[in-house]
């Protein structure tokens, strides 16, 4: 089992840059794929960027490439999500998730609290 918990969110103009931090703690970091998700006000919750435990390859929504980029440090038990250019739209509170190696593609074991992303036009 890890517990995580999200930082680094806040209140940013449209154009600017924020960088999520997501710290896990109990089992080894390296055991675990990592992702990032998103939840908007009245939406469903949505994928964003994902990385297996090595650190590569690493994987983002439509939405976000080429803004977003996911990476992770375990030797300090922590992924982080680098948002520039970021947009209204990218409004939402931000999930990390972990993922035991032995789960399959697209589920998650442990989610974060979440942090808040709000992005003012």
């Known amino acids: 089992q890890v517990q995580l918990v999200e930082s680094g969110g806040g209140l940013v103009q449209a154009g600017g840059s924020l960088r999520l931090s997501c710290t896990g703690s109990g089992r080894t970091f390296s055991n675990y794929n990592m992702g990032w998700f998103r939840q908007a006000p009245g939406k469903e919750r949505e994928f964003v960027a994902r990385?297996?435990?090595?650190?590569?390859?690493?994987y983002y929504a439509d939405s976000v490439k080429g803004r977003f980029t996911i990476s992770r440090d375990n030797a300090k038990n922590t992924v982080y999500l680098q948002m520039n250019s970021l947009k209204p739209e990218d409004t939402a509170v931000y999930y990390c998730a972990a993922r035991e190696l032995s789960t399959r593609s697209g589920t998650y074991d442990y989610w974060g609290q979440g942090t808040q992303v709000t992005v003012s036009s």
């Open positions: 990385i297996t435990w090595s650190g590569w390859p690493t």
